[in-house]
């Protein structure tokens, strides 16, 4: 293992290794806000390190990013079905797709990568040919993803648990429906259905 920083986001690099990964439409977060989630996150910590901060500081863009804010492209119903596509169409051969949800502004995805490919790459292959056909859907030739994301390297069965939660259930969490899986761009294998079962049933 290694780790690298890209922008402001470190990024810990591991083959064959499963994460959570958010990444987020280029108008999701203005700059205000996002400097707003720093000063709340380092008013709240006395002697904070790398990783709480960012922890920290993760969860409270994520709070901002549930409000919906921005065009919401991802609520366009052909654009949210060009996403889904772009991260299956690789399942199986390049990651195993664990659960996902296609928030209005956001994605997360939690998957384990197979033998050599890298998150980076995968990322930028999902975006780079999302972005393009999301922009001739919608008219446009603006920037459609912002250039980071966010990645956490899971490392427990109990960290597992918590995004698998997470992940399915942040619609719920946002008021965008009542139960898990009642949103269209909510799914997880079926591995991971049952597993979803134990948790929400």
Known sequence: ??????????????SQATYFVTFRLADSLPAS????????????LLTPSKEEFRRRYQEAMEQE?????????LNHPQVASVITNTIRYFNSER???LAWTIMPNHVHVLLTLIA???????????????????NQIL?????????????????SERQF?????????????????NEIFQWPGTDCSEEMQAVAKRFFL
């Open 33 to 44: 806000v996002l400097l707003e989630c720093e000063r709340n996150t380092r008013s709240k």
């Open 1 to 14: 293992m290694h780790s690298r920083t890209r922008g402001y986001l470190p990024h810990r690099v591991v």
């Open 95 to 97: 990651y195993e797709l």
């Open 65 to 73: 990013l549930d409000t919906s804010y921005g065009q919401c492209w």
């Open 116 to 134: 050599d490919f890298s998150l980076s790459s995968i990322l930028h292959s999902w975006k780079s040919f999302s972005a393009k056909k999301a």
């Open 161 to 177: 648990e918590f995004f698998l939660r997470y992940v399915l259930n942040n619609p719920v969490k946002a008021g965008l429906c």
């Open 139 to 155: 008219g446009k030739t603006r920037e459609f993803w912002q250039r980071e994301y966010f990645d956490v390297l899971v490392t």
